[in-house]
């Protein structure tokens, strides 16, 4: 730890002393590693994980959110993120900030940066942009929580992700993704734009393979490595805008007694971006849509008139890749909302923006 620090004071201008007494104050948590050392759970198919995501309870919430935010998701949408994708994702993330993790994001980092040596490398690094971001938001860095893996608020970023994309949604000079619905939206519309993102353009389409040739496909779910064209050479067929030259992939989602097939286009492939997983990606499109429907969102929000809602009036609320829902993924967005969420659920606690003494910039 003592190299950490000098590296940190060397490279970013820290106070030795000052970050010394604050790692002293971090606490090694055996439960954390005890979690990330867990055997991963089977792979789900795709009808139980849907089931975990898509739920009348999930769909209900994301509608109210969609009401109740809607100057917030006006505003973060005009960037040409339909409103129900920024939603649903919030949605499979943290159930809209209700499960969005309960240690300390600091404990968490050390703990794994220090004492989890198959990965200590990779969380030492975001232990790194952690401390560079509560200097640069003036947060007490003892004071956020998270998941286990250090994924943070609403949209369960990590911090590398945060200083990289996190946007001040509303202007008040804060990224808070805990508690500012602002924040969240524009932060998951720019991740999702900086990652490929192409407005006015479809997520995904459902496919019948029957008679189709699919020798040699790609085995790859998240690669772009076929085209409309060539997948419907092959006889693959499915409905879609997209011109022929579209990059286009063919998803086999696994169910108990076969295989749902679908087609992903580039917007697919920005979701999977967030969280490398065709089940994930799958679930969110399928969640957006429910949500659309649900709250009549249109498809270009940035060109609606959406009703004026006091954002005030909602109640505060709170990257390695996995299938199955998991709080340890190798992308840069991290969840604990892997575990049904539609159980009761406490909302995640907030913390205030207040300047630190214990690391002067």
Partial sequence: MAGFVAEMSTRHGFDAVALTDLMSKTESRPGILEAIARPAEKRLTWQEYRAIFITDRRIQKGVEVAGVQSAALERASAGGVPAQYLVAITGVETFYGQIAGKHRVMDALATLGFDYPPRSRFFREQLEQF????????????????????????????????????????????RDLWSNWSDVFASVSNYLLKNGWHPGEPVMARA????????GLSDDKLALSETVRSLRERGVKFETTQPPEAPAVLIPLPLADGVEYRVGFSNYYAITRYNR??????????????IAAGAAIPENPAAADPPQVDASAAPPINQPAAEAPSADSASPVDTDAGKPADAASKPAPTFSFESISSIPK
């Fill in 277 to 290: 997983s065709a089940l994930y990606a799958s679930a969110v499109n399928d969640l957006a849509e429910a």
């Fill in 131 to 174: 401390l560079l971001m509560t200097r640069e938001e003036s947060l007490d860095s003892l004071a956020p929580l998270g998941s286990y893996a250090g994924a943070m608020g609403i949209p369960q970023f990590m911090p590398g992700s945060f200083r990289t994309f996190a946007v001040d949604g509303d202007g008040d000079g804060h």
């Fill in 208 to 215: 019948d393979v029957t008679g189709a040739r699919l020798e």
